[in-house]
């Protein structure tokens, strides 16, 4: 089965001339193959820029979407506008938009928003902290039942989940890296919660990715542990990590 690769720009690079050029080397670098659904999200004001990247390599998504579906909310972009250019694939619940006051009931409208428009939703969760009483469990699970409260056991069949523990994020204060034990622990209790709401078969078909500080040397203990795919934050911009992280899924 193909495993994901999502390249989540963030808020980067920052001109269009910039973003043309991460376009460029791409197209130039990666190389088609088979194994692995590339999905690049760069911010929304470059996804028209990111059509020039090649189709038959590389899939386009956002970084979010709005609660709304459409009408007088200043600043907001939609579902529905996001598949008008061409995205296929939405992070919701990343944990940056989370700290910025985001709910799991926000995030169940956003998910429900991304179905109906057939944007397929990446839905992220992760906790801040492990503690030794195991209370991330939890609130992993509570992140999950509520997020996913919106979603019929036929459009679970389509979502994407990636542990993205916060501690591990390249960008977290003092981050750690996680193992591939820790998400292999991980991806068992969330295929639990899965199969509890919605059956084993329907929880064996949702892929769980990993995400957080992936780079090329880590990327193979992920994989090996049993993840889907990743979700790469700041190697997905250095064009000869990315690659390097592709190659060593082939
Ligand atoms: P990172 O970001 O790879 O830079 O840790 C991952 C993410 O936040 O999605």
Redesign the pocket.
């Given at each position: 089965m193909a495993k994901f690769i999502i390249a989540?720009w963030?808020m980067n690079p920052s001109s269009v001339k910039e973003t043309g050029l991460l376009i460029d080397s791409l197209n130039k670098e990666i190389y088609l193959n088979k194994n692995i659904e590339i999905v690049i999200c760069p911010p929304n004001i470059f996804l028209q820029k990111a059509s020039l990247l090649d189709k038959k390599r590389f899939n386009l998504g956002v970084q979010d979407i709005s609660r709304e579906v459409k009408g007088p909310f200043t600043g907001e972009i939609s579902a529905l506008m996001s598949k008008s250019l061409n995205a296929s694939y939405v992070?919701l619940g990343?944990?940056?938009r989370r700290g910025l006051g985001e709910s799991n009931d926000i995030i169940a409208q956003k998910i429900k928003n991304a179905i109906k428009a057939k944007l397929i939703p990446i839905l992220?969760v992760g906790e801040k902290d492990r503690t030794h009483d195991g209370s991330y469990l939890n609130f992993i699970k509570s992140e999950l039942m509520s997020s996913l409260s919106l979603v019929s056991k036929k459009d679970a069949k389509n979502i994407i989940i990636?542990y993205?523990p916060i501690w591990?994020?390249?960008?977290?204060e003092n981050?750690q890296n996680a193992t591939g034990h820790d998400f292999e622990e991980i991806k068992i209790y969330i295929k639990k919660v899965l199969s509890d709401m919605y059956g084993l078969n329907t929880a064996n078909t949702i892929k769980i990715l990993y995400?957080?500080?992936?780079?090329n040397k880590n990327a193979k203990e992920f994989i090996d542990s049993g993840a889907d795919g990743l979700?790469?934050?700041?190697?997905?911009l250095d064009i000869k990590k990315f690659s390097a992280i592709i190659n060593i899924l082939k």
């Open positions: 989540n963030k992070i990343h944990s940056e992220c990636a993205e591990s994020i390249s960008t977290t981050h995400g957080g500080s992936v780079d979700l790469v934050g700041k190697s997905s």
